[in-house]
């Protein structure tokens, strides 16, 4: 019998830990990671923050040098996106025609971002921010620009904002919502970044939404046009509307897909020898009750160890905990948990000193928290709430001088 | 380059030659052992890259900063005397011979 073989489709954070996690894992059959793009699997989070200030360069974004993949007997092959699964067949076919066999395949295509649909959206200038090479074309695009527009108020979106203030640039946020991130942080916490941005002289819109954009003569962005009516100079645009879950292939092969590709506990698809991970998979959330889908590093590094388990036959189901974080500014937000469904918002610490934490509770439950350049916080709730408790109650949280290193002392955990 | 051990936890160990400029997490990395994660890329917020100095190490190693010391409050497996975050170690000749253990878990 052959050598068992796994082909992993998308080289990004989670096709890229999975490869290597089933070689450190003991998986001793082919491994071939396949992706879309021409340059070795790397991290995205520096490309909207030191990678667009300059302070960091495109060399030391990858997740893991050329000579790893020949160290660890991992094919990689850049630049040939699968265009079309074969389930009946266990083949994937690439765009340049070459076909692969596999004993188990392993969807980890991202996501995409949402393009805008107003007039105007493809003028020059109108950016992206998902990829290497958009990172490149924006840090490029601030160098002669004056005024940046971002639409949406999104993590992109803030950190673009911040990166390109910090630059010189004059920057205007327009977010469709009546807060800033409203999908992902509590009321509370919206209100500090606005702030924050404020402080910093980006002009923040809320509740507006663009509905056109106008070039100049040769096709290039000069100004946006809003609800009511208003003007505004923008030379630069980048559209910060959310990420669509790259299913493509899977839902062309009749792979259950949902927003997301759906999967199972175990991260296995509606077929047995696909899984999905990562930012394109719908899975259900052990903390949350119902399926979600998640963007951030962690869920792609986690969820890569976990399928590399299943597939080296140690399957457990997938239970990590959610936690996510940004810079903005100086301003180190980490969240720990998932907020959604929190009725009530304790502080611990003193917002005015720039370092604290909110507390979202639902009921007597802690659900996340958010915490501003308060590393402990951060890491003490995620200790705790990974090992089952025990967690502050809320009459304990609200207490004056109530502090998680002390608690977790108390606590003896 | 520097010789590093990276001591697991069931006793066995890996020894590499890391090249500079380097941490000591990267080269856990860029040579695939397993135990060290380092979710965050190395910006000390994870706390996955944490590691145990050996006991009898000689070697100088940097201070630790305040934010590095606020993570390792957190870490999955218990911090002691000697935790560090492997990302805030950086490479060099000095710390040749250095040896780490990997904690049981790192989240
Ligand atoms: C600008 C930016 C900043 C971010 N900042 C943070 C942050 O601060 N903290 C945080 O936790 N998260 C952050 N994230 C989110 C994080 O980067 C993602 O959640 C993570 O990269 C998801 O990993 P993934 O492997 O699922 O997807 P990706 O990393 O997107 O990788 C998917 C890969 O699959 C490829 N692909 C797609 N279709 C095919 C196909 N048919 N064939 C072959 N290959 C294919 C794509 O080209 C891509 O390279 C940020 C994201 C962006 C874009
Ligand atoms: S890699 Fe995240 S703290 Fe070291």
């Known amino acids: 019998m052959a050598a068992p073989s796994v082909v992993v489709i998308g080289a990004g954070q989670a096709g890229s830990d999975t490869a290597a996690a089933l070689r450190s894992q003991g998986f001793g059959g082919r491994i071939t990671l396949v992706g879309a793009e021409g340059v070795l699997p790397y991290q995205r989070p520096p490309l909207s923050k030191q990678f667009l200030a300059g302070t960091r360069s495109s060399t030391d974004l990858a997740l893991r040098p050329a000579s790893f993949h020949t160290a660890q007997d991992i094919e990689f092959v850049g630049q040939d996106p699968a265009v079309r699964l074969d389930r009946a067949g266990a083949r994937v076919l690439l765009a340049s025609g070459r076909s692969l066999g596999y004993q188990h395949l392993v969807l980890a295509l991202g996501a995409r971002p949402r393009r805008l649909t107003v007039p105007g959206a493809g003028l020059d200038g109108v950016l992206t921010l998902r990829t290497l090479t958009d990172a490149g074309r924006l840090r490029d695009g601030m160098r002669d620009a004056g005024h940046l527009l971002v639409i949406g108020g999104g993590f992109v979106g803030l950190e673009v904002a911040a990166t390109a203030r910090a630059a010189g640039l004059e920057v205007t946020v327009v977010e469709a919502g009546a807060r800033l991130l409203a999908r992902s942080v509590s009321g509370a916490m919206s209100a500090h970044l606005l702030a924050e941005h404020r402080a910093h002289g980006v002009r923040v819109l809320l509740s507006r939404e663009v509905t056109a954009l106008r070039g100049d003569g040769a096709g290039h962005v000069r100004e946006a046009e809003l609800d009511g009516g208003e003007r505004i100079a923008a030379d630069l645009v980048v559209v910060g509307i959310g990420a669509l879950p790259e299913v493509g292939p899977a839902a062309d092969a009749g792979l259950a897909v949902d927003d997301g590709i759906l999967v199972d506990a175990f991260l296995r698809t509606s077929d047995p020898a696909v899984h999905a991970v990562g930012d394109c998979a719908r899975f259900p959330g052990p903390h949350t009750g119902r399926p979600v889908r998640l963007e951030s590093v962690q869920n792609a590094a986690d969820q890569a160890r976990c399928v590399a388990a299943t597939l080296c036959g140690n399957p457990r189901p997938y239970a990590a905990l959610p936690w996510f974080w940004t810079e903005q500014y100086g301003l180190r937000l980490q969240i720990a948990g998932l907020g959604d469904g929190h009725d009530r918002v304790l502080t611990v610490g003193d917002p005015s000193t720039g370092r604290f934490s909110l507390l979202c509770y639902r009921g007597r439950q802690l659900l996340a928290t958010e915490s501003v350049n308060q590393p402990a916080d951060h890491m003490i709730t995620r200790r705790l709430m990974g090992a089952g408790g025990p967690l502050p109650a809320p009459e304990e949280a609200a207490r004056p001088g109530f502090g998680f290193k002390a608690f977790q002392q108390a606590a003896s955990v | ?107």
């Open chain 2, 1 to 107: 380059m520097a010789k590093i051990t990276y001591r697991h936890p069931n006793g066995t160990e890996t020894v590499v030659d890391v090249p500079v400029p380097n941490t000591v997490m990267r080269g856990a990395k860029i040579n695939n052992i397993d135990g060290i994660e380092a979710q965050c890329g190395g910006s000390a917020q994870c706390g996955t890259c944490h590691v145990y100095i050996d006991e009898a190490n000689a070697l100088p190693l940097p201070e630790m900063h305040e934010s590095e010391d606020d993570v390792l409050y957190g870490t999955a497996a218990p911090r002691r005397a000697n935790s560090r975050l492997s990302c805030q170690l950086p490479v060099s000749e000095e710390i040749d011979g250095l040896v780490v253990h990997l904690p049981e878990t790192q989240s």
